[in-house]
């Protein structure tokens, strides 16, 4: 029982992160406005709003490829460690909580899958 409540408790937040991310790297790649305008707000141009984009598209796809779901994770948690500082330096603090959010989220899935990762190995240890 408890190992299936694991189970589809991870596939719940796999699920919701990649929705979320497919959403937000479609919005940036489609060029929607909001979007524009905070990668101007970054200063950054919107060169970078582009590679966001592949970025949470490709992680929120690997969230569900056997064998890389701790890969799409990680690209996904890091992303939004950045976007979690963007938010605290230029954007502005009430705006960071849903990267606070989607971050832990991913960094949860990253865990769950960490023996994917040669660094740390079948062992689960560092």
Not at 26 to 39: Q, S
Not at 51 to 72: C, D, K, M, S, W
Not at 95 to 121: C, K, S
């Amino acid at each position: 029982m408890r190992d299936s409540v694991r189970q589809y408790g991870l596939l719940a937040l796999k699920i919701l992160a990649g929705l979320a991310f497919l959403a937000a790297g479609t919005a940036k790649l489609a060029g929607a406005g909001m979007m524009v305008d905070t990668f101007q707000a970054l200063g950054l141009g919107q060169w970078f709003r582009y590679v966001t984009g592949v970025i949470e598209i490709a992680g929120a796809i690997l969230l569900f490829v056997p064998g890389r779901q701790a890969y799409g994770g990680a690209i996904l948690t890091v992303t939004m460690v950045g976007a979690s500082l963007a938010h605290m330096v230029v954007l502005g603090a009430d705006t960071m909580l849903p990267a606070i959010l989607l971050g832990a989220i991913t960094a949860v899935v990253t865990w769950a899958h960490r023996e994917q990762l040669p660094w740390i190995g079948a062992s689960g240890h560092a």
